[in-house]
């Protein structure tokens, strides 16, 4: 069956910088889009990053552009979240999801790891 | 504040129907998918209704997913304690430069 498992999350000061790592499986990977998505505590869903199964097409939220980097390795079957500059809004749990796509818009996202709570903190 | 407008809150006894709007505008629900999401404590979000009604595998058909216009529904049947949980709606937004947007969430409490 489908899995995503997160891991890397933790206790980081502002400033600081995490790399959060989703292993897949159950699925062709290297076929599919990947993105970031997370939530405060208390509070609602916030879409962050998306990448596209060969890594060409790569998009951020503005809330995280310029410090949050996506990437993966299809040889890996992993999906990975390098978090630089970390600020205490950034307090959350962070999930890997499986994006599905048609014609440049993400329809829905079906598959979701269990979350991986990273909080930013002195 | 959320592009997607959804109450905080919805109530209903066991058995009953309840109905879970997510209202939007031309740029978003009017011309894109809906999708709805539930989400128990503690635990991940699941899928639950893509491309507006369709169910994602193994979601019994008492869950059932409508769009009309800038607004969708999500309607449960036959509510069940086990259904007490968060209900997100998501769609994309095409005014914005990055277009996936979420609703701000809806509690289910089944009384």
């Known amino acids: 069956q489908v899995q995503l498992v997160e891991s890397g999350g933790g206790l980081v000061k502002p400033g600081g910088s995490l790399r959060l790592s989703c292993a897949v499986s159950g699925f062709t990977f290297h076929n599919y889009y990947m993105s970031w998505i997370r939530q405060a505590p208390g509070k609602g869903l916030e879409w962050l990053s998306f990448i596209s199964p060969g890594s060409s097409d790569i998009h951020y939220a503005d809330s995280v552009k310029g410090r949050f980097t996506v990437s993966r390795d299809n040889n890996r079957n992993s999906l990975y979240l390098e978090m630089d500059s970390l600020r205490a809004e950034d307090t959350a749990v962070y999930y890997c999801v499986r994006d599905i796509e048609r014609v440049g818009v993400t329809l829905y996202f079906d598959f979701w790891g269990q979350g991986i709570l990273v909080t930013v903190s002195s | 504040q959320s592009v997607l407008t959804q109450p905080p809150s919805v109530s209903a006894a066991p058995g009953q129907t309840v109905t879970i709007s997510c209202s939007g505008s031309?740029?978003?629900?009017?011309?894109?998918?809906v999708s709805w999401y539930q989400q128990f404590p503690g635990t991940a979000p699941k899928l639950l209704i893509y491309?507006?009604?369709k169910r994602h595998s193994g979601i019994p058909d008492r869950f059932f997913g409508s769009k009309s216009g800038v607004e969708a529904t999500l309607t449960i049947t036959g509510l069940q304690t086990g259904d007490e949980a968060h209900y997100y709606c998501?769609?994309?937004?095409?005014?914005?430069?990055?277009?996936?947007?979420f609703g701000g969430g809806t509690k289910l409490s089944v009384l």
């Open positions: 031309s740029s978003n629900i009017g011309k894109n998918f």
């Open positions: 998501g769609t994309w937004d095409t005014s914005l430069g990055e277009g996936r947007v």
């Open positions: 491309d507006n009604f």
